[in-house]
């Protein structure tokens, strides 16, 4: 298979990945909110991570494919940087934060990071300023 048809099939694993992870976040936000009892369904606790997984590998290896790597490039080392603080405030959110406050100031934090990831992502640029250079 060619490396651009197998960089496009990575890339869309990383869409969707990208899209189950804000979409189950969020409806977990919600249940967190309501004090649902589905937030502690087995289901609820384990997919996540499997879907997060993926998203972390097919991250890495887009990355490799374009020869770009976290820690060496600043856009990538801000996704990083942005996703761990995500995973981080989604915990607190989720699960660690010990008053209601606390979760939903988590909560809200974490939906900031993804944003600022994604606009990371869209700009290529660590500080969000869109550069025509970085497409030419
Ligand atoms: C919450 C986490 C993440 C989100 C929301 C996210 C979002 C995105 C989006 C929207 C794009 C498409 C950009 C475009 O084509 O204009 C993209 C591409 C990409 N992402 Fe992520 N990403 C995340 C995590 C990561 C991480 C941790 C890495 C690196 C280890 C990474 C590496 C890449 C690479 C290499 C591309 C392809 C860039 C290209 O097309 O040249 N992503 N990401």
């Given at each position: 298979m060619p490396d651009?048809?197998?960089f496009n099939i990575v890339k869309a694993?990383?869409?969707i990945t990208i899209t189950v992870t804000i979409c189950g976040f969020v409806?977990?936000?919600?249940w967190m909110l309501k004090?649902?009892?589905?937030?502690?369904?087995?289901?609820v606790r384990i997919l996540p991570h499997v879907n997060?997984?993926?998203?972390?590998?097919?991250?890495?290896?887009?990355?490799?494919?374009?020869d770009q790597y976290p820690f060496v490039n600043g856009w990538l080392t801000a996704k990083m940087l942005g996703l761990l603080a995500y995973i981080v405030l989604g915990a607190i959110a989720l699960s660690y934060g010990r008053t209601r406050q606390i979760r939903i100031g988590a909560f809200v934090g974490a939906l900031l990071c993804f944003g600022y990831?994604?606009?990371?992502a869209a700009t290529k640029?660590?500080?969000?300023?869109?550069?025509?250079?970085?497409?030419?």
């Open positions: 651009a048809q197998l694993i990383h869409m409806l977990r936000g919600i004090e649902s009892l589905l937030l502690k369904a087995l289901p997060d997984t993926i998203l972390l590998i097919s991250a890495v290896w887009t990355a490799t494919f374009i990831v994604v606009l990371v640029n660590p500080l969000v300023i869109w550069s025509p250079a970085d497409y030419a």
